[in-house]
């Protein structure tokens, strides 16, 4: 069975020339010219993948995404689109769950590449189990299991905080408390990470640092 996309674009001629050449692919093409029928149609069906127009006159593409995540809605691949894009809005609408960016004048060689791409990789991606409040994280340590609590129902720069404590205490006790070694694998400079480290009130044992020299 072929695999259905839909085009959220407010322009026509955009919406006409997509459709015409991911049906000529093969593709199942479903259109919407604005953010308020992609949130209909997405409610009603799940297609195996979106190609959303960032700029749009009623809802932007990112605030239509970040709805959809919020909504658990954000089950489907969704490449964004823009004509006006920029390294910024590209960043942040993968940081929110985009797959990929494309910019307009869209080729039709790296539109095709990037649907294949991104099917396939949606298609492969394991559900994400559903967690509570408290993101219980268990690592292995020199063959020994170790569990770590994350709370989750905090502001995000102090669940940030959490984390990187979390983070830098596995590694430190993986290296055996060698800051330079810890440094060089998560490709940190030695002097920023003595700082993260200070600011997290982790401390460095003295045979670590000696360790270094």
Request: charge should be negative; glycine fraction near 6%; hydrophobic fraction near 45%.
């Amino acid at each position: 069975m072929s695999k259905q996309i839909l085009v959220v674009d407010d322009e026509v001629g955009i919406r006409e020339l997509l459709a015409e050449i991911l049906f000529d692919e093969g593709y199942q093409v479903e259109l919407a010219e604005n953010a308020q029928q992609a949130r209909r149609f997405r409610q009603e069906q799940e297609p195996d993948l979106v190609l959303l127009d960032i700029w749009m006159p009623d809802i932007d593409g990112v605030t239509l995404l970040k709805e959809w995540v919020e909504q658990d809605l954000l089950t489907m691949p969704v490449v964004m689109m823009s004509g006006h894009g920029t390294i910024e809005t590209a960043v942040e609408a993968t940081r929110i769950g985009a797959v990929d960016f494309l910019e307009k004048p869209i080729s039709m060689q790296k539109l095709l590449a990037t649907i294949a791409h991104a099917i396939k990789e949606g298609a492969a991606r394991p559900q994400l189990p559903v967690v509570d409040a408290v993101q219980n994280l268990m690592v292995e340590i020199d063959g020994a299991a170790k569990h770590f609590t994350l709370p989750l129902d905090l502001p995000l720069r102090e669940a940030r905080e959490h984390f990187d404590a979390i983070y830098f205490d596995y590694h430190l006790q993986k290296e055996d408390g060698n800051v330079s070694r810890v440094a060089e694998k998560i490709g940190l400079e030695r002097t920023h990470l003595y700082r993260k480290l200070k600011q997290l009130g982790i401390k460095v044992s003295k045979k670590g640092s000696e360790s270094e020299a």
